[in-house]
């Protein structure tokens, strides 16, 4: 029986699961996903940090740590020139 062909450049989805970690480091909830590449799990994975801290793992390996978006100083504002007359 003949392999399927896959188109060049196409990535295999992986596994991953993004666990919230409450303040006592006790994971409170999961989320499972498939994502072609670490980096992208990461993207999705973000969207989760608005709820707290988050790990990120596929299967036995843990990915990264991202920290809760309320933890995080807030951006600076972006400086704007100002304006004078003459």
């Known amino acids: 029986m003949a392999a399927l062909a896959r188109p060049e ?5 992986q ?21 072609p590449s670490d980096s992208s799990a990461l993207t999705v994975a973000k969207q989760f940090t608005r709820l707290g801290k988050v790990e990120v793992w596929q299967l036995g390996r843990k990915v990264a740590v991202l920290e809760s978006e309320q933890s995080r100083p807030p951006l600076p504002e972006p400086s704007r020139p100002m304006l004078t007359r003459q």
Not at 15 to 35: K, T, W
């Open 9 to 13: 450049g196409a990535d295999m989805m």
């Open 15 to 35: 596994q991953y699961r993004a666990y919230l970690v409450g303040e006592d480091g006790v994971f409170r909830s999961a989320e499972a996903f498939e994502a």
